[in-house]
């Protein structure tokens, strides 16, 4: 059973940071391609960020210079470490993992991250 866990969510006052986790469990980690979505209230999930097995990263324009993606493939964890926060960071972060079709695609179940004075 393919189980993604996140953590790592919660409280923050802009132009602070957090460190979300997502540990993974029932796949190959290390072929996957990794990535982390965010969807607003009323809007659509986004892309935030992804690395590849190779170590290709992607990063959406929003968060290029603040957030940054990275994979520990012996702990079968994925980290976003997020700097330098804003409101419109707020949104549930959704880990996911990837590998070439819907039959390989797995989702966590969501964290609550809220940027806020």
């Known amino acids: 059973q393919v189980q993604l866990v996140e953590s790592g969510g919660g409280l923050v006052q802009p132009g602070g940071s957090l460190r979300l986790s997502c540990a993974a469990s029932?796949?190959?980690?290390?072929?996957?391609?990794l990535g982390w979505y965010r969807q607003a209230p009323g809007k659509q999930r986004e892309l935030v960020a992804s690395?590849?097995?190779?170590?290709?990263?992607n990063y959406v324009d929003s968060v290029k210079g603040r957030f940054t993606i990275s994979r520990d493939n012996a702990k079968n964890t994925v980290y976003l470490q997020m700097n330098s926060l804003k409101v419109e960071d707020t949104a549930v972060y959704y880990c996911?993992?990837?590998?070439?079709?819907?039959?390989?695609?797995?989702w966590g179940q969501g964290t609550q991250v809220t940027v806020s004075s």
């Open positions: 690395i590849f097995s190779g170590g290709v990263l």
């Open positions: 996911n993992a990837w590998y070439g079709s819907n039959r390989h695609n797995h």
């Open positions: 029932g796949i190959i980690f290390s072929i996957y391609r």
